[in-house]
């Protein structure tokens, strides 16, 4: 049966007739969807049959929307760097004043790239002034070689002390001496090996 509140909502509206059927049925138990005489589904308000219909048409909409770039929920508004529109995203988020994943994601990656580049340049100045350096010929022998082995002038590859050590079969302090006189220079670019880039990582993923 229907409230009496319900009654007289009904009876000041222009859509009287079509809402006291709905409402009836849904009062009956059953599905709310016009011309349907099954039972509503426990927690819903139409048939298991209509709600598979509705939850098909939906992921239809999804699809188009995403397709179009629009948000999946209004359609009207183009996304923000997710599956919703700035407004519609408010309804989505704990934090609406946090920044989207693709924001700080994309953040991160252009951090990442510039400061790749800094040593890049910095790396390319320094090997410059190595070159120079070696064509001067200002250094003996086992300098040379652990400059060219350090600044990767053969094969573009920086090394570390103890990788350069190892290829000339000497110790990592040793090498420290060879290239002592040459600090100034060597000391403006950082030398990242493979090791160290796997040490960062796993430091940050046990912060994270």
Same mark, same amino acid.
């Given at each position: 049966?229907?409230?009496?509140?319900?009654?007289?909502?009904?009876?000041?509206?222009?859509?009287?007739?079509?809402?006291?059927?709905?409402?009836?049925?849904?009062?009956?138990?059953?599905?709310?969807?016009?011309?349907?005489?099954?039972?509503?589904?426990?927690?819903?308000?139409?048939?298991?049959?209509?709600?598979?219909?509705?939850?098909?048409?939906?992921?239809?909409?999804?699809?188009?929307?995403?397709?179009?770039?629009?948000?999946?929920?209004?359609?009207?508004?183009?996304?923000?760097?997710?599956?919703?529109?700035?407004?519609?995203?408010q309804r989505h988020v704990k934090n609406p004043e946090?920044?989207?994943?693709?924001?700080? =994601?994309? *953040?991160?990656?252009? %951090? #990442? &790239?510039e400061h790749q580049l800094i040593i890049e340049q910095?790396? @390319?100045?320094?090997?410059?002034?190595?070159?120079?350096?070696?064509?001067k010929g200002d250094t003996n022998r086992n300098q040379?070689?652990?400059?060219?082995?350090?600044?990767?002038?053969?094969?573009?590859?920086?090394?570390?002390?103890?990788?350069?050590?190892?290829?000339?079969?000497?110790?990592?302090?040793?090498? =420290?001496? *060879?290239?002592?006189? %040459? #600090? &100034?220079?060597?000391?403006?670019?950082?030398?990242?090996?493979? @090791?160290?880039?796997?040490?960062?990582?796993?430091?940050?993923?046990?912060?994270?």
């Open positions: 049966m229907l409230s009496a509140t319900t009654k007289c909502a009904f009876s000041t509206s222009q859509h009287a007739p079509a809402w006291r059927h709905q409402y009836e049925k849904l009062a009956n138990g059953r599905c709310a969807y016009f011309g349907c005489a099954a039972e509503f589904a426990i927690g819903h308000s139409h048939c298991r049959k209509h709600l598979a219909r509705m939850s098909k048409e939906r992921k239809k909409d999804v699809q188009a929307r995403k397709r179009h770039g629009l948000c999946v929920d209004c359609g009207e508004r183009p996304q923000f760097w997710s599956l919703h529109c700035i407004i519609c995203r946090a920044l989207p994943l693709g924001v700080t =994601r994309a *953040l991160r990656l252009y %951090y #990442k &790239a910095s790396r @390319a100045k320094t090997r410059f002034e190595v070159r120079k350096l070696l064509a040379a070689k652990a400059l060219r082995l350090y600044a990767g002038i053969d094969d573009g590859r920086w090394r570390s002390h103890a990788e350069v050590g190892r290829l000339m079969q000497i110790s990592r302090e040793r090498v =420290r001496q *060879l290239l002592g006189p %040459y #600090k &100034a220079i060597l000391s403006e670019t950082p030398v990242k090996t493979s @090791a160290d880039n796997g040490h960062n990582q796993t430091k940050a993923s046990q912060a994270s």
